[in-house]
Structures are given as structure tokens and as C-alpha cells.
């Protein structure tokens, strides 16, 4: 599947919320610091649960992406995606999943989400998409 230059940048930006919230929560708890690597088992499984689900509610259509009617489609997405990126998280460290873990990450990732794509929204209705 190829992906057209307004996906491309859908996904970039989605992305790129995705590591701003993960390290947003490692600075809370005073860890980014001394994190390393340890970022990675918190935004690898919060970026697959999030690539896994969005497709499938066309989050990355950029025609709805372009249409203030479907601002809620990215966010729910990440509501939804929250439970699948914590288990997957669980599963890999080997961990119990603790419910205000999905309930935070997966509340502030979806606003930072829908932050994010009301501007993409505003952006290609303000400078038009001939992009694709």
C-alpha cells in the first residue's frame, strides 16, 4: 500500500503525539532521565495498539481527516487503543496492568491526539491538500 503525502503526514504527527505523551510521562515521574531505553516498552506497545486499531476506523483517511465532523474518530480511536497498548505492554515486561495506567496514558494520549489532528484539520482546510 502506498501512502499518499497527507497519510504520510497523518501518521508522522500521530507519532509524534505518541512519543511527546510517553515522555510527558516519564518527566511526571521523574524518570526521563535515567529512563533510556526503558521508554521503548511504554511507546513500542502504545504505537503498535495504536497502529493496530486505526486503520480499521479509518483514522488515517484524510479525506475524514479533512472534515470537523469526524474529530472524533482519532480520538476514540486512542480511547479504544489504550487497553490494547497497556496489555501488550503487560505482556512484554511481564507485569500486571494497572487500570489508572490505561485510564491516564490513554486519556491524555487521546487529547493530545485530538489536539493534534484538529490542527492537521485546520492546516488543510486553511491551506487546502493538492498533496494528496
Known amino acids: ?5 497527507s497519510q504520510t503526514i497523518l501518521i508522522a504527527g500521530d507519532v509524534l503525539v505518541l512519543i511527546v505523551i510517553t515522555l510527558v510521562g516519564f518527566q511526571f515521574h ?20 495504536w497502529l493496530l486499531l486505526f ?3 479509518r483514522a488515517f483517511d484524510t479525506a475524514r481527516a479533512r472534515d470537523a465532523r469526524q474529530l472524533w474518530r482519532p480520538f476514540w480511536a486512542m480511547v479504544l487503543a ?10 512484554w515486561l511481564g507485569t500486571s496492568i494497572f487500570p489508572q495506567f490505561i485510564v491516564i496514558m490513554g486519556g491524555y494520549s487521546a487529547l493530545a491526539i485530538l489536539v493534534w489532528r484538529i490542527l492537521y484539520w485546520f492546516g488543510a ?8
Not at 125 to 132: D, V
Open 30 to 49: 521523574k524518570t526521563l532521565g535515567s529512563a533510556g531505553t526503558r521508554i521503548l516498552t511504554t511507546l513500542l506497545p502504545w504505537l503498535a495498539g
Open 125 to 132: 482546510s486553511r491551506w487546502g491538500s493538492s498533496s494528496g
Open 55 to 57: 486503520p480499521h476506523l
Open 1 to 5: 500500500m502506498k501512502l499518499t503525502k
Open 82 to 91: 489504550a487497553p490494547m497498548a497497556a496489555f501488550l505492554r503487560g505482556a
